[in-house]
């Protein structure tokens, strides 16, 4: 039975590129040596390095005076790298779930933290807007893709203070305006790699600010100035993501993923509109292109489980929701072939035969 | 051409691992997904990290009161965190070349370090012995091997502070008397994984030792306590890890990759000893069974380069020596085969015979 992949993270992947990247681990670039068993100072890693930077930038349209570097570890890890690196005294957040959170919580340990705004009241299920940005903050910090709940931003913010971007899902889903940021990062195992490296694309002048002494592996600068090579990197997960920004392009870029992507989420979110058993459970406009989160509509709530054992015999995989929103979340990201999302709504309408009132 | 790959890190590993890493990335445990599209909670990757920590306990012997856990990053990484959780007023470390320098510049942002023993008199070409450790040191750091020079620790040694290892390029390659051990950690890119994940061996008791408030990924107790999992791991390293326990359990566990390894360094060794064109850099009985080191002998200096494209065009990959040592290296790890050196020998003899005088 054909699986529809729509695990939240690590998730789906281009089947061309889990192919090349196979092929890799057999035999990397006809060297005869395994991709797992090369120096990462290598030209031909080098070139990979190269690759992957040179088509970040086409398809983000990142100006010259911004860094890409990629280091080890998750997004967790940049929650208390940032404040390392940039928080002197006071810095805002916005607060729109769990991964703003713990980004909160680790910054907390380096300055005072004001929260400008959060969607708590509603257990996230809207992005805030229209809050006042002070401008003696150090840095604003936002998430703009909110996976557990399903909410994404879906205008760059414009900030008088750096704007700061954990894109950790959905990096590359959709065009960004990258000079409002002052720096995007992520984990990059939803849209771009397996798990295992972060990627970081920060404007110059930022590695300026450091604002303390900091442990090498922690600054900024370190990796900026070693072009990811301050130690061993994550060659692995490094070429892959390559391998997918390759396939990217040759698809036809970020204009053409965003137009896919839209389209996927407009069919998924119609049939949830329509179908009299479910219901979305975020704002509409605010409702991610990336993580659709449903639930059973009133009256039919004691037919989540049955459900999920439909939809699972069906091929879907990893649809059932975060247990802090419950019910069902299906992830779209740019690897998830429109197949999947017609297999999901196909299920949904056969579900509703079977049970509507 | 059949390649001999003795690249310092990372490295070669067993074949059949990297076949059965190609395969799970097709497809994983006949689940119909990429190893690298699921999701790191799910059951048949709780029960990887299961057998990881069960095959290296068996492998090494770890008593029960020991910790096994696995980071993203490097040893860099450690090289800060291990002070950071541990270093209230002063630590001991030892001096045995570029990595312990460099545990020792990112120790001194938490305390007093005092280093004990250095052999950067003779350019780390010794382990420094019967050196005073006093009593009153947070811990004592030693790197065990050292990849550059080609130094190696052949005895555990007895500290009355906690003993802090970093084994990242010998761990597994012999029997280690854990007991004697607070903490091992390491990259994991020489003996059991590709690059991007650290390892960790902590006795229970340190954790309770954390001496500073520290950031959650920082902290040692937070990757114990979750049990590898508070944020996404590195998911295809460890899977790799596992696969490389596995295979070394196969063929006889550590007992039997000493007496290969100790099998493959002699005869090297002997060949290094006995070949009037080449001379060992490092001290007898200090000489790595990982990194061997060694260059041409006085009077035949001119003939490095021509020895070099000499054995790159027989199938040696990666012997050339690191640029502070100079010379040749080959790196013999776990997974190296004896044919490879069986090939460096014949390759250095044929070219004695081309050009001793």
């Known amino acids: 039975m054909k699986k529809h ?36 100072r290598t030209k031909d890693f080098e070139a990979v390095v190269a690759e992957a ?3 970040f930038r086409e398809l983000l349209n990142i100006p010259d005076n911004y860094k890409i570097f990629y280091v080890g570890g998750g997004a967790s890890t940049l929650f208390y790298e940032v404040p390392a690196n940039f928080l002197a005294k006071k810095a805002g957040y916005v607060n729109t779930g769990v991964w703003s959170k713990k980004a909160i919580k680790e910054a907390k340990r380096y300055g005072e933290i004001e929260v400008l705004a959060t969607s708590e009241d509603k257990n996230f299920t809207y992005i805030p807007k229209g809050f006042a940005i002070p ?15 399903g909410t994404e931003y879906h205008e760059d913010l414009s900030s008088p203070v750096p704007l700061v971007a954990d894109m950790s899902s959905d990096i590359l889903s959709r065009p960004v305006d990258i000079s409002k940021y002052a720096m995007i990062y992520g984990g990059a195992q939803k849209n771009l790699a397996p798990a295992g490296v972060v ?9 300026d600010k450091q604002v303390r002494d900091l442990p090498s592996m922690v600054s900024f600068r370190t990796h900026v100035e070693n072009n990811s090579m301050y130690n061993t990197p994550p060659v692995f997960p490094i070429y892959v993501l390559m391998e997918t920004l390759r396939w990217l392009k040759s698809i036809g870029g970020v204009e053409e993923i ?25 704002a509409k406009e605010d409702r991610s292109l990336m993580n659709i989160c449903f639930v059973m509509e009133e009256g039919y709530e004691e037919l989540a489980p049955e459900f999920l054992e439909f939809a699972k015999s069906r091929g879907m995989v990893g649809i059932k929701g975060h247990r802090l929103v419950g019910g069902f ?23 509703e035969k079977e049970h509507a009132k």
């Open 53 to 55: 930077d040179a088509l």
């Open 135 to 149: 401008e003696d903050l150090d840095y604003l910090h936002i998430t703009t893709n909110n996976t557990i709940y």
């Open 258 to 282: 965003y137009r896919r992507n839209r389209e996927k989420a407009a069919l998924l979110y119609a049939e949830i509109d329509r179908n009299p058993l479910f219901r979305g459970t975020v």
């Open 199 to 207: 990627f970081a694309i920060i404007r110059e002048d930022m590695l």
């Open 5 to 40: 992949n729509f695990n939240a993270g690590p998730s789906i992947l281009p089947q061309e590129v889990i192919e090349r990247a196979a092929r890799a681990i057999v035999d990397f670039n006809g060297s005869g040596l395994s991709l797992l068993s090369i120096s990462h």
């Open 329 to 351: 979340r299906a992830s779209c990201y740019n690897a998830l072939p429109r197949e999947s999302v017609e297999a999901l709504v196909a299920c949904m309408q056969e579900f």
